[in-house]
Nanobody
Framework: QLQLVESGGGLVRPGGSLRLSCAASGSTLDALDIGWFRQAPGKEREGVSCIDSRGSTMVSVDSGHGQFTISRDNAENTVYLHIDSLSAEDTAIYYC??????????????????WGKGTKVTISS
């Protein structure tokens, strides 16, 4: 049974950067599209980035705050989300999710089958 585990969250000062990781156990990631999502307090979950199984298609939304860069290392069975220029508005729980690969990845949460439990990111001075 595939399990996804996020890590790398924490407390960061505004303007800082973070790299979040999404690691798989029980199966491999190399046949999955992976999406990153976040849910801020009192808000709905939103998609921020996705990458297809081969890393050839990547999408990152323009949040107007943090800048997202997604990458994957299938040999390490891990997908990464690098976030630069963090601001308080980026405070949220960040989740990764997986689905059997399609032609293009998507940041629509309803399209994903497997979810991690999230890692908390807090931006504060």
């Amino acid at each position: 049974q595939l399990q996804l585990v996020e890590s790398g969250g924490g407390l960061v000062r505004p303007g800082g950067s973070l790299r979040l990781s999404c690691a798989a156990s029980g199966s491999t990631l190399d046949a999955l599209d992976i999406g990153w999502f976040r849910q801020a307090p009192g808000k709905e979950r939103e998609g921020v980035s996705c990458i297809d199984s081969r890393g050839s298609t990547m999408v990152s939304v323009d949040s107007g705050h943090g800048q997202f860069t997604i990458s994957r290392d299938n040999a390490e069975n891990t997908v990464y989300l690098h976030i630069d220029s963090l601001s308080a508005e980026d405070t949220a729980i960040y989740y990764c999710a997986g689905r059997p690969t399609k032609s293009l990845c998507t940041v629509k949460s309803s399209r994903y089958d497997y979810w991690g439990k999230g890692t908390k990111v807090t931006i504060s001075s």
